[in-house]
């Protein structure tokens, strides 16, 4: 069982179909099954802005933030690196939360010439793999 927790701004029309399509098959992809939580939030500039300077130091807005909530390891991930935290005792993976600026989803979406929903998409499958301690290199 997957329990896809999503938010939004409501000034943001946004596709939840797909963000729960996107996110289980990033769980797949990534063999993780069980019962899982995670939570997608969408949101303005102003807020992204606020968090990327309280917990990076960055003083502008970003499209994408990631918070994990859980050791990742006291599942069935023994792939993925610890990270810390303890397992609830429910038996739930409590992965985090994605956080997603719309507009600069929106401007990145204008600029590679694609539908924010398809940006919407690599942006929860990035965030996801972020939650999983799966960190991209700069090339």
């Known amino acids: 069982m997957i329990n896809i927790i999503i938010s939004s701004d409501p000034r943001y029309i946004i596709n939840r179909t797909l963000i729960r399509t996107a996110v289980m098959e990033a769980l797949q992809r990534n063999k993780v ?10 949101i303005g500039d102003r807020k992204m802005h606020e ?7 960055i003083d502008s807005t970003t499209d994408i933030l990631s918070f994990a909530l859980e050791d990742s390891t006291q599942s069935n991930l023994q792939h993925i690196p610890r990270v810390g935290f303890v397992a609830a005792p429910d ?10 600026s719309y507009p600069q989803a929106l401007e990145d979406a204008s600029f590679e010439g694609i539908s924010v929903d398809e940006e919407l998409r690599t942006l929860v499958e990035h965030g996801i793999n972020h939650l999983l301690g799966i960190n991209h290199t700069l090339d």
């Open 51 to 57: 968090l990327n300077r309280k917990y990076r130091g």
């Open 33 to 42: 099954f069980g019962k899982v939580e995670i939570g997608v939030n969408i």
């Open 91 to 100: 038996n739930w993976l409590r992965l985090g939360d994605i956080v997603i």
